[in-house]
């Protein structure tokens, strides 16, 4: 294996490979191609009909509006794209990764100790600005969608107080793990030669099951407070589910997510003996009890399946690909040189324009992953089925899509493409759902401001 990457370095590796055009034209090629899937589900989103399996469940009025928020949300990606398109264009063609490379250099030799200003110190600045950079750059639409678009169809529950709080925790979050996290990428690197992509394989398999302990410990309280789900019949029942799946649940909690929108969901972290199911509080307050317990036993439908352990397995293989043809890359001089760096060559910058390099291929592998989840997805909700909760299930995915407002219906090539989940039609369809009356949520009256569809683990 180790031959054939040499070999193919070698063929990569020529003067006036026109590596800037082609990474320039990938990405020009992918916006276009995303925009015109954009386009075909635009008219999708014009239609005037709900989808029959839910004329009977869903009001004229949330179809009306649940097709306007889509639109909507169209418009603002369009846009948004488009605006990163012209930024990442204008970051090549400026030469502006030389010289955030070199600003950080001179600031380390300005400010910081002699022992300071090697390469995986002056790496670490320059990946921090660059963060910095990025977000700068992307500040202006997070506020908008947040603030403009999400407060517009009533999800937003933020203030600006919490946004620019949440803002500064998540820097703070990244300056405190990205300079060892780095550090150790780069170590790893430089010390194990032209096999470090066997080695930087393991550190990464070691770090997702690392930041899977940290996560709920010292990041997920920064930002959400998790409380133990009050003694009742939702407890009772829940805990008899995981008991009946021999689930190893460790604590049940209830995240207060209504204090920044209105999202309604459920899902499950922890390591293989110790798991912690996490209900959104908004979700309780919204479903019948029955309703909520049919949610968590979709989602533990994925871990007794083995999809949770499937995917984590496909990472891995994932990540072993990356580092083995990043190994292609990391000494290629052309690449470097088209890009500015004709006499250093920057580990981290190659690693950066090297994933640009692999855009074609993530987007394959993106749409047969997709495709892979759509395939979990209806078989978790066969499992719930098996379990008895055909009905409740049914209704609560049906309740969740007015709560959200979600797309009711889709173009198949832009559903392929970008929906991680089938939509509801289909899956009602799975279920063999008879469409028999319309679904009523417990405060129906508060469905026109409930949730858009963000983490959406259901």
Known sequence: MLDILQRLARFLDRPLFPWKRLIIGFSVAQFLFEGFLG?????????????????LEVSQDVFDKSQAYGRAKAK???VNNLIGQIQNIALYQLDILPKLWSWSGNLLLRFAPARFTGEISQSIVFILAFMLLNQALTLPSSIYHTFVLEEKFGFNKQTPQLFVTDLIKSNLVAVVLAPPILAGFLAIIKKTGNQFFYYLWLFGAALQVFMITIYPIAILPLFNKL??????????????LAAKLKFPLHELYVIDGSKRSAHSNAYFFGLPWKKH???YDTLIEKSETQEVVAVLAHELGHWS?????????????????????FSVFINNNSLYSAFGFHKQHPIIVGFLLFSDVLGPMDTIIKLLMNILS???????DAFADKLGYNAELARSLIKLQIQNLSTMDADWAFASYHFSHPILSERLKALKWESKEKVETKSDEKTDVATATGRDEL
Do not use: C, N
């Open 39 to 55: 386009i075909r589900q635009y008219g999708v989103l014009k239609r005037t009909k709900p989808p029959k399996v839910l004329e």
């Open 76 to 78: 603002f990606q369009l």
């Open 227 to 240: 409380s133990p789900l009050e003694e009742g019949k939702l407890k009772t029942d829940v805990e008899g």
């Open 277 to 279: 199911i996490v209900i």
């Open 305 to 325: 399946l083995g999809h949770t352990t499937k995917l984590f397995g496909i990472s891995q293989v994932h990540f072993f690909y990356i580092f083995s043809l």
């Open 374 to 380: 759509r395939r979990f997805e209806f078989q978790a």
